[in-house]
Each structure stands twice: as structure tokens, then as C-alpha cells.
């Protein structure tokens, strides 16, 4: 039942990209890391970005994804010292957004970070006010299109144990 939900949800999520009618970036995009399931709500936030990603100047609007468990994440963090930043930070210049897989803890975390780093990129800029504004736009799309699994919206902290 519990695996059902989540294929039911992984087509919904898949439908709901390839209901765009313009050219995606999805060729322009590489993903390393994360469960298919992250990597799917990533490709799909970042397809939300398309538009604006093909306004910016210049040809190559490439860009890399990674998502790394979360002591990975904590000692690439240092060695870029982000140290500003918990779960999520972008590299403009190698055009790479890195993300704990906290991020994927719930929805609202997801929704929070990753529509924040593709603000950096689509107004190429290390200001997080900049970031945001655009960030802003980008969430809210992304709400309306991205399905997550169901388990994204309704975490299980402390699942309950099933009684006879
Ligand atoms: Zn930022």
C-alpha cells in the first residue's frame, strides 16, 4: 500500500514536468547523488527556473546538483567555507548548487532551499536579498507543479508502532 502511494506519486511528479510546453533545461542539468525521488523534485523545482534561466546572458546555462549526505555535505561546506549556511549552498563560478539531503526532511525545507540557490543563479548573484526575490517567484510555481511523495508532506518523525 505504503509503495503504491509512492509510485502513484513518482508518475504524478513525472507527468507534472512533462506538462511544460516550452524547452526544458532538464539536458542542461546533472544531478549527482540523492535517491531518485530527490533528484526528481530537484530536476523538477529547477525546470521552474527554465525561463528565467534562458534570459540570462550567454549560451551555457549548464549547471550541477548535488546532493550529498549530510556529514558529506558538512565537510564540502567547509572546504568552500560556507560556513554562513546548514543545509544548502551554490558555487556560481563551477555553476554547482550543493544540498544536504536534510533538505529533503520535509516539503517546506525543500520549497525554502532549493528555490533560494536557483535565485543565486538566475540573478547571478551572491546576494541572498537578490536571491530571495527571485526565489519567491520560483516557490510558488514550484508548489503548484512539483508533487512531492506524500512522505515529504506528512513526515514521520516518530512513526507510531502498530498494536495487534
Ligand atoms: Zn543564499
Not at 517567484?137 to 503548484?144: G, L, P, S, Y
Request: with cysteine; aromatic share 8%.
Amino acid at each position: 500500500m505504503r509503495s503504491w502511494g509512492w509510485r502513484q506519486m513518482l508518475l504524478v511528479l513525472v507527468s507534472c514536468c512533462s506538462l511544460f510546453t516550452r524547452p526544458l533545461t532538464a539536458q542542461s542539468l546533472t544531478l549527482i547523488g540523492g535517491t531518485p525521488i530527490q533528484q526528481q523534485l530537484s530536476a523538477c523545482i529547477e525546470h521552474v527556473a527554465a525561463g528565467e534561466f534562458d534570459r540570462l546572458p550567454g549560451e551555457d546555462h549548464t549547471m550541477t546538483i548535488v546532493i550529498l549526505e549530510h556529514e558529506k555535505f558538512l565537510r564540502v561546506k567547509s572546504s568552500f567555507q560556507a560556513n554562513r549556511t546548514r543545509l544548502a549552498f551554490s558555487n556560481l563560478a563551477i555553476r554547482r548548487m550543493y544540498l544536504s539531503s536534510k533538505v529533503f526532511q520535509d516539503f517546506d525545507s525543500v520549497l525554502r532551499c532549493i528555490p533560494h540557490e536557483l535565485g543565486h543563479f538566475v540573478t547571478q548573484s551572491p546576494y541572498e536579498g537578490d536571491a530571495e526575490l527571485a526565489a519567491a517567484r520560483i516557490r510558488i510555481r514550484a508548489r503548484e507543479v512539483c508533487i512531492p511523495p506524500i512522505e515529504l508532506l506528512h513526515p514521520v518523525h516518530f512513526p507510531n508502532p502498530v498494536r495487534p
